[in-house]
Structures are given as C-alpha cells and as structure tokens.
C-alpha cells in the first residue's frame, strides 16, 4: 500500500474533526451561557455554532480530499499497468 503516510494524516484530520466539533459546542455554549443579554447569548451561541460547523467542515473537505488524491493515484497507476500489459 503506497502513501500509507498520507492516509494516517487524514484518518488524524478526521479524528480532529470531530475534537474540533465537541470542543466547539461546548465553547460556544459557554460563551453564550456568559453573555449578559439574552441577544447576545443567542448572537455568541448561534456564531459559535456557526464557525464550528465551518472549521469542522473544511477539516472534513480536506480529509476527503487527502483520500480522493491517494485513490486516484492507485486507480491510475492500475490503469497505467493494463495499459502495459496491453502492449
């Protein structure tokens, strides 16, 4: 299996994502518990929410993105192999 390096790297991002997502909730449901106005509360506590969903989604997107890059590279090096014996 090649690039066994950049597989562990994006099973780590998808585990971090899910740390940022649990760390980002709660931080955002403290805030929001903190704040002195009931606007605010729902202003921090929908913002936090908001901006976690964005930096989960972004680490997801690159995890992905690290897996689609490895599996093209081995369904072309196949395809560069068929293409070989073909000749």
């Known amino acids: 299996m090649k690039y066994r390096a950049l597989r562990i790297i ?6 971090l994502v899910w740390v940022v997502v649990a760390i980002g909730v709660v931080a ?10 009931a606007v605010a509360k729902i202003a921090f506590l929908l913002g936090g929410l908001v901006f976690t969903a964005i930096g989960a989604l972004m680490l997801l997107m690159t995890s ?6 490895v599996d093209m590279e081995e369904d072309l090096s196949r395809i560069a192999d068929i293409i070989k014996e073909k000749k």
């Open 64 to 69: 992905r993105l690290i897996y689609l890059l």
């Open 28 to 37: 955002s449901v403290m805030v929001g518990i903190g704040a002195v106005t």
């Open 10 to 15: 994006a099973s780590s991002i998808t585990v």
